[in-house]
Nanobody
Framework: QVQLVESGGGLVQAGGSLRLSCAAS????????MGWFRQAPGKGREFVAH????????SYADSAKGRFTISRDNAKNTVYLQMNSLKPEDTAVYYC????????????????WGQGTQVTVSS
């Protein structure tokens, strides 16, 4: 059983940057693929970014490509999401998740979820 806790969210102006962190406890993320999802008010939870357990492959939603970067540090049991050039439409609760199987875009295939961290981008 792995517990995930997100941090680093907050209020930022459009064009600014934030780095989200996802710290794991109760187990190692070494053998898990890791993903970031977000949910805006009145919207469904959507895929943002993914990184494989080997850190050899990353994937991004079209809305995140060129602006967001996912990375991981297995020694620190932590995954990160660097967000640059933020836009008001990026405003959402951001969730960290871990999976051992399934496909990276399907949120139902993830085994563990954090409680989320709020990101608010003002115009």
């Amino acid at each position: 059983q792995v517990q995930l806790v997100e941090s680093g969210g907050g209020l930022v102006q459009a064009g600014g940057s934030l780095r989200l962190s996802c710290a794991a406890s109760g187990g190692t993320i070494r053998n898990y693929h890791m993903g970031w999802f977000r949910q805006a008010p009145g919207k469904g939870r959507e895929f943002v970014a993914h990184i494989t357990w080997t850190a050899g492959s990353t994937s991004y939603a079209d809305s995140a490509k060129g602006r967001f970067t996912i990375s991981r540090d297995n020694a620190k049991n932590t995954v990160y999401l660097q967000m640059n050039s933020l836009k008001p439409e990026d405003t959402a609760v951001y969730y960290c998740a871990a999976r051992s199987g399934g496909t990276y875009r399907n949120l139902f295939d993830y085994n563990y979820w954090g409680q989320g961290t709020q990101v608010t981008v003002s115009s």
